[in-house]
């Protein structure tokens, strides 16, 4: 059995189409978050516009401010057509929300995928699907490495908490928990790992309770992303800890169950704009 691990998309269409055949020799599709468009050109524009400069952070405040609206209808377009593609690969698909990904983006997602027989949305919740069992969890700490809390997937931490614990409990009171394959499904990677580390500024950029919490519960496998920069593997409390690497950078990754290879996959094309704005996220501001 083959499990396809898939993160960051930010509206890659044209990426997904181009692995769709990778796809379709797994038999379960994970997606890490952030799966919507983040760069809407109109919006883009006006931001130049209204800013009078190129910024990054400025784009961001005013897309989930002014433009909120716009963009929001932005990112469940893009999310529809995603779908649509992912729907017929006819595979059992889990996926969480991330960081970027509006309050009324994560109502769609819930009510999008309870329509479907083979979309399973775990964005703060636990799913139990056959021999699987798969815990997840799309939101993200306060951010470092820019404004934080500009993005609506971004709580405080005692939230975080709060809301990992109620994780914790529900899956302790599972019945027959030690005979599934236990999965966590999550936005934002663990700190101090493989999974978390931007060699731009040589920092680990994951969440000190994502890390605490996969210690209590016996994950098989780790799933996360969040980070592009680190498309990389890590063991962490006897889990497999996996981050594929962004799509929308032309990164993803494959794990054969029966050796528990991991294997990381690149897309051979030319670079693509919106894949160079991803790119160069840390440095260009």
């Known amino acids: ?6 993160g960051d998309l930010h509206g890659c269409i044209s990426n997904l189409r181009r692995i769709q055949r990778k796809l379709k020799e797994c038999q379960v599709i994970f997606i890490t978050g952030d799966i919507t468009g983040t760069i809407s050109y109109p919006l883009v524009v006006k931001s130049i516009l209204r800013s009078r400069r190129i910024s ?8 989930y401010t002014r433009y909120l609206n716009k963009f929001t209808k932005f990112q469940i377009k893009t999310a529809k057509r995603i779908f649509r593609i992912l729907e017929r690969l006819d595979k059992p698909i889990f996926f969480t929300h991330g960081n970027s990904e509006t309050e009324e983006v994560r109502k769609f997602f819930n009510n999008y995928a309870s329509k479907k027989t083979n979309l399973f949305y775990v964005g ?8 699987l069992t798969i815990v997840g969890y799309g939101f993200c700490s306060p951010a470092d490495y820019r404004t934080p809390l500009q993005t609506p997937g971004e709580k ?3 939230n975080i908490e709060t809301d990992l614990a109620r994780l914790e409990k529900q899956f302790n009171n599972l019945q027959d928990k030690k005979k599934k394959l236990v999965i966590g499904l999550f936005h934002e990677p663990p700190r ?3 999974l978390d580390y931007i060699p731009e500024t040589s920092t680990h950029e994951g969440s000190v309770l994502i890390r605490k919490h996969i210690m209590k519960i016996p994950y098989k496998f780790i799933f996360t992303g969040h980070i592009h920069e680190s498309q990389n593997v890590d063991h962490l409390n006897s889990a497999i800890s996996i981050n594929p690497g962004a799509l ?4 993803f990754a494959i794990i054969n169950l029966e050796n528990s290879k991991v294997s990381f996959k690149k897309i051979r094309i030319p670079l693509s704009v919106k894949g160079l704005v991803y790119r160069t996220r840390i440095v260009f501001k």
């Open 1 to 6: 059995m083959k499990f396809a691990i898939l």
């Open 56 to 63: 990054r952070d400025r784009y961001t405040e005013l897309v």
């Open 124 to 131: 703060n919740s636990i799913e139990v699907f056959d021999d």
């Open 156 to 158: 405080e931490l005692d």
């Open 192 to 194: 101090d790992t493989n």
């Open 248 to 251: 929308v950078n032309r990164n």
